[in-house]
């Protein structure tokens, strides 16, 4: 009995630090790989917005805020939305059409990025361009709508994300409000709560679990590659403006990484990976300790 | 650094790849020198330029039926990075579309031949509303467009050449690749000829800083871009354009002359050069002279090793290259690449008897 025991142990605890290790692995060769560039620009790399591979000058400040500016934004659309499909599906939905909609919504996650990236250029951007150009001159002057009505900018990056990191947090977000006892619902209209009032203690209730789902979201959108780099603009400037041509961490990777022929230039993309990778790793951390603070919470709460 | 280096492009590999290519990419040669070659089947592994691929998969298929037993792999992952799996010798050939620079040349562990195969250009693209006659360029107000000193489409200097088109107020929109390509190279290369202010403010490479404009992703995504965005100029390579009917403008060669880019005047710029072609073929002929010469036009190299370490390779390569350098030419036409002219194969084929095959 205690050996098949001490075997399932090992061999689960063997899993658990294989994963451990393939992070610390990833993170190793990303920074030995970009060692170059790390001693040659040090943290000037983290805070100049110099791109230029000819002359040799790789600063990577404008595609850590296209990065996070577009992921940001990209939460904040959708957000909103995801946290409204879950609680639709879970809490109001008639049974009849349950199905089908998640059924949608995870279809929504398995298309390809590069699908969303050609309905961005051909459908999204023309669309974004002409709310651009219909905006009123005097919105026009406001630093964040400012710039030439291009359609292809930050806002249509943020709205293609927001629309792939939907049925991501959505469907989390989904899971999580299916765990709420029913007895906290009950208890709820049993202390005479309307349908909002009870939804809404269901939604209190989940609430370390719905951050997860959004933060899940957030961490899809930091790395999203393909179709970010179709609506972007592929600029890389530090800019206020929804509307002006940006670039993200993973879209200059993408882009520029198969004829990056010097080995510094290389090295500089490789540290942008390095920057991205530490940045996501900081997400994560920071979430984790989001949860954690909530969930120590919980109990004095329920005590007093 | 070379280890580091191969790393990286196996990553690219893996991810540019289907994993249909199995495991040959790295094996260099399953060649049999012990009995005779013919009832052995040679693999030979190359890797690099994508804007050639057409036509060298159609050369590959085309040989191999020729020679059913010699079969030809080749991976369009990118100039750069088949000039770094050439250098680290994990292919036998790599394929580029701008020649090697001499940093490059020096990491490689022995000689590397530099070999013409075809050719290629890019043209300007523009979307400007209610003008529907062919637009002129120079290469400076190319230039200019391109550093953002040309704001608007009714500038004098556009005006001037192009007298009779009514040009509108309306702001150029500049649109460039945003993707490290071989066609940003012979794009900025030709800038870089005829602008001083290119040159120093921009250079030369395959990705450089633009100091204005959107970057799409491809052809398609510069294109795409131009088709949609009223006021836009962009760059396409000529196969591109040809292939999608996307109207172009001429553009002045070092003679004066207004070209309409097309397969003849690529292969006349290449004509031009041929008489100052330098006996290792790396040689930019944009802004070429010589009547009906396209100015912004580039060779394609495949790239091989003076001494290849496998010497039965080596010879396939090489008989092989005498094949496309002459009947393989025939290819060009239905692909949309101009072919190489006369003068050029001529050098090159006395050329080949360089790669030490024994």
Known sequence: ?304 | MAQVQTRYIGFALAATLLAACGGSNTQPVTANNSSSNSSQTIQINGAGATFPYPIYSKWFSEYNKLHPNIQINYQSIGSGGGIQQVTNQTVFFGATDGPMNEEQLKAAPGPILHFPTVLGAVVPVYNIPGVTDELKFTGQVLADIYLGKIKKWNDAALAKLNPGVKLPATDVTIVHRSDGSGTTYIFVDYLSKVSPDFKTQVGVSTSVKWPVGVGGKGNEGVSGLVTQTPGSIGYVELIYALQNKIAFGPVQNADGEFVKASVDAVTKAAAAAATTMPPDFRVSITNATGAGAYPISSFTWLLFYEDPKDKAAGKVMVDFMRWALTDGQKYCADLGYAPLPGSVVMVEQAALDRIKVS
């Open chain 1, 1 to 304: 009995m205690r050996s098949p025991d001490l075997g399932f142990r090992v061999s689960i605890g063997a899993f658990a630090a294989a994963l451990l290790l393939v992070v610390i692995a990833i993170g190793f060769t990303l920074a030995n790989d970009s060692w170059l560039s790390l001693q040659k620009f040090g943290l000037n790399f983290w805070r100049t917005s110099t791109w230029n591979p000819v002359s040799g000058e790789f600063g990577a400040l404008p595609f850590i805020w296209g990065t996070l500016y577009s992921s940001v934004l990209a939460l904040l659309i959708a957000t909103p939305v995801a946290l409204g499909i879950a609680v639709f599906i879970s809490e109001l939905c008639p049974r009849m059409l349950r199905t089908p909609l998640v059924f949608l919504t995870e279809l929504l996650a398995a298309i390809p990025s590069i699908v969303y990236g050609l309905w961005g250029i051909f459908v999204l951007v023309p669309a974004v361009r002409g709310v651009e150009t219909a905006m009123p001159a005097s919105l026009r002057t406001l630093p964040l709508f400012s710039g030439p009505p291009l359609g292809v900018g930050m806002f249509a990056a943020a709205l293609i994300l927001a629309v792939m990191v939907v049925p991501f947090t959505s469907a989390v977000a989904r899971e999580v409000l299916k765990t709420v006892p029913e007895t906290q619902r009950e208890a709820a209209y049993a202390l005479g709560a309307t349908r909002f009032e009870a939804i809404r203690a269901a939604i209190f209730f989940a609430r370390t679990g719905i951050i997860g789902a959004v933060m899940l979201g957030f961490g899809r959108a930091l790395g999203e590659t393909m179709a970010v780099t179709m609506v972007i603009g592929n600029n890389p400037q530090v800019a206020l403006s929804l509307f002006a041509p940006q670039y993200t961490m993973a879209a200059v990777i993408a882009n520029e990484f198969t004829e990056a022929a010097n080995a510094l230039y290389l090295s500089a993309l490789v540290e942008i990976g390095l920057v991205l990778f530490v940045i996501t790793l900081a997400v994560n951390a920071l979430s984790r300790a989001l949860i954690w603070s909530m969930a120590r919470q919980l109990p004095s709460k329920a005590a007093a």
